[in-house]
């Protein structure tokens, strides 16, 4: 056996979703279409055809590096980082709520920091997304930046409910801010799901904010789901600069971090519309509300790595 084909076995064995280990048989590799960039109609064939689009390395490391380095030192100046902050190894230890006992404002802060900024609004995402909308794209202002320690998962869910209030045409770009393999939780999609049309049928305009009694997150496990469905789950060792882009339907989580040095992953996503299209005020402009109108202190990063929480 090859040194890929054996690094590949070892990476699906670390693999766990909601404490369950993943049968190998159940993940599959995500397709890498870098090669297509700069092609925009193949980059639409192969969005709407896989419902995502991964390119491996989009963002210069160095950006990336520079992000996650102003991230981290931000969460080690509260003690939940330790130090060099650029590796990530949570202490188990917050000053957090102490210093800064406004959540939210902490969070935003953080949040809108130039570095990470000129990644998830930077030129080299807004052309691909101009590319994958086939129109002049905007960012939405308000930016989701997730950093899970060891014990924290996603669970499966689609973003319709979250961010199609005034125009469908949205979609999701997840970066990784530093490598993420796969015994640190990255993203996974479940192959195909964007055309389930029980999903979609579900999906009918449902809305988090205003239908409160419906969670967007569903019950089952991943690899419950991919059973069923006989699917597959695609993930795999991420990279620093990696970008996954999806649909508002396409079905997808974060698979377990299980770190064994306690390193927590960081990633961060953001939606993109065309610019013609209606905004939808709580997350755009200068002070963007949220999706519940609790602003940045609703986002689970706002919440110390020291607490218990899953995204649901």
Not at 69 to 97: F, K, N
Request: proline content about 6%; overall charge neutral.
């Amino acid at each position: 056996m090859s040194s890929i084909e054996t690094g590949s076995r070892n990476a699906r064995l670390r693999a766990t979703a909601r404490g369950e280990p993943v049968d190998p048989s159940l993940l599959g590799p995500l397709v890498d279409s870098r090669a297509l960039l700069g092609d925009p109609p193949a980059l639409r064939e192969a969005l709407a055809r896989d419902g995502y689009l991964y390119a491996s390395g989009f963002f210069p490391r160095e950006d990336v590096v520079a992000a996650r380095t102003a991230v981290l030192g931000r969460l080690a100046s509260v003690d939940e980082i330790a130090h060099p902050p650029v590796e990530g190894i949570a202490t188990g230890r917050s000053t957090r709520d102490a210093l800064h006992p406004d959540r939210g404002a902490f969070w935003r802060s953080v949040s809108e920091t130039w570095a990470l900024r000129r990644v998830s609004h930077g030129a080299r995402l807004h052309r691909l997304m101009d590319d994958l909308l086939d129109a002049e794209s905007r960012a939405q202002d308000f930016l989701f930046l997730r950093p899970a320690s060891r014990g924290k998962h996603t669970r499966v869910h689609c973003d319709s409910g979250f961010f199609t209030r005034e125009t469908s045409r949205v979609l999701t770009a997840w970066i990784a801010l530093g490598d993420v393999p796969i015994e640190d939780g990255p993203l996974f999609v479940l192959e195909g799901s964007h055309r389930f049309a029980d999903v979609i049928e579900s999906q009918r305009g449902f809305d988090v904010a205003r239908d409160t009694g419906r969670r967007a997150a569903y019950d089952e496990t991943p690899v419950a789901m991919a059973r069923a469905r006989a699917t597959r789950i695609l993930t795999g060792d991420l990279g620093a600069g990696d970008v996954i882009v999806f649909g508002m339907l396409l079905l997808h989580g974060a698979l377990d971090n299980v770190s064994p040095n306690g390193r927590v992953r960081l990633s961060c996503d953001v939606r993109y519309q065309p610019a013609a299209e209606p905004l939808d005020p709580r997350y755009f402009g200068p002070e963007p509300t949220g999706t519940t109108g609790a602003g940045y202190g609703e986002l689970v990063g706002a919440k110390p790595l020291t607490e218990d929480w899953h995204i649901r």
